[in-house]
């Protein structure tokens, strides 16, 4: 306890002009840290729900960001959606059909997406709960999407939280989904009029097909924190790093892709350094999961 926060600043782009923040984060089911992981260097304690709902809470604190979405949310009626209600926040929940979190003893319900929005800065407009399908066939993985109205600019943006299938040899599937979620969100913003934020634990690195997917997509999509390169062209070196009993796992898996033509970035914060993180990366007693956090700051651009 008393471990030290991660000192990240952000990098900025841009004079932010009203800047709407934008937080995507894989939080680690409870269920799953505590009982399928194995996290071999991460003390149990560090793995308790008391220590790390605290950490959780204080990472969005830190940031205060307007749109959070979230992954591996096990613990979404009894401590998330009531203690985020009480910063001003509303949110959406979407669980997993068939949640691995079911298989461990003691669990709190099944994992799923949640995305919350600021209500002082937002107005609702829709949700949908999408379960995600591979050649018309469901499967195990799903997105929220949630249509709010920006209060101070009245402009419309559709935001996207998901998780897409995990472990290598599921490269198929990965794509498969991101295709399915694509047509559901170009439904929705065609509908709607609206901009696009998806935010998601793709479990794809960047050579992915379903990255390449959305790179291409009709819908103009860039993804944010490639800000952080100096050439704006790659991703941070590693999005999540753990070691668990398989070995260690550091790689660049989560993504906020945004519509470039209606959106600008203004700041993206950084990645803890690897001494940063420490020997024993993550979780740990200084930070609750095994994915970072991360944060940008988006404009909306001029209309024509
Ligand atoms: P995924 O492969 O997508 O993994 C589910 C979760 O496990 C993810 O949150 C993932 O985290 C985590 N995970 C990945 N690797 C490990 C690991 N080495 N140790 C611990 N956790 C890990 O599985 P699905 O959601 O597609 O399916 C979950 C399970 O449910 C499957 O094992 C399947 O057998 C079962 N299932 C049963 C069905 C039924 O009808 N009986 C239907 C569908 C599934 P991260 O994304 O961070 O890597
Ligand atoms: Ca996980």
New binding site residues.
């Given amino acids: 306890d008393g471990a030290p926060r991660f000192q990240r600043t952000f990098v900025h782009l841009n004079q932010g002009g009203g800047a709407i923040r934008v937080m995507q984060w894989?939080i680690l089911?409870q269920a799953?840290g505590e009982g399928?992981?194995?996290f071999v260097r991460c003390p149990l304690e560090a793995l308790s729900w008391s220590h790390r709902k605290l950490l959780i809470l204080e990472e969005v604190l830190a940031y205060r960001p307007h749109i959070l979405c979230l992954q591996?949310v096990d613990h979404y009626y009894d401590t998330l959606q009531p203690a985020l209600a009480a910063l001003g926040y509303s949110g959406h929940f979407c669980p997993?059909?068939?949640?691995?979190c079911l298989d461990v003893e003691g669990n709190n319900g099944p994992?799923g997406c949640a995305l919350f929005y600021d209500r002082s800065r937002f107005e609702f407009i829709d949700s949908v709960n999408i379960g995600l399908t591979a050649l018309k066939i469901p499967?195990?993985?799903v997105a929220v999407a949630t249509t709010l109205r920006c209060k101070r600019t009245g402009r419309r943006v559709c935001v996207a939280a998901t998780?897409l299938?995990?472990?290598s040899g599921?490269e198929w599937l990965r794509s498969a989904q991101g295709l399915d979620l694509l047509v559901h969100l170009e439904n929705l913003v065609q509908n709607q009029d609206a901009s696009l934020i998806v935010c998601g634990?793709f479990?794809a690195v960047p050579t992915e097909e379903v990255y390449r997917d959305f790179l291409a997509s009709p819908l103009g999509l860039e993804s944010a924190c490639k800000e952080l390169s100096q050439d704006g062209s790659s991703e941070p070196d590693y999005t999540?790093w753990k070691i668990?009993s398989?070995g260690e796992c550091c790689a660049t898996l989560d993504y906020i892709w945004y519509s470039r033509d209606a959106l600008r970035v203004d700041a993206v914060l950084d990645v803890p350094s690897e001494e940063e993180i420490g020997p024993d990366r993550l979780p740990s007693f200084s930070y609750p999961s095994?994915?970072l956090s991360l944060v940008c700051d988006f404009s909306f651009r001029e209309e024509e």
């Fill in positions: 894989n089911a799953l399928l992981d194995s591996e997993k059909p068939w949640s691995l994992d499967t195990n993985q998780h299938k995990a472990r599921w634990d479990n999540t668990r398989t095994d994915h």
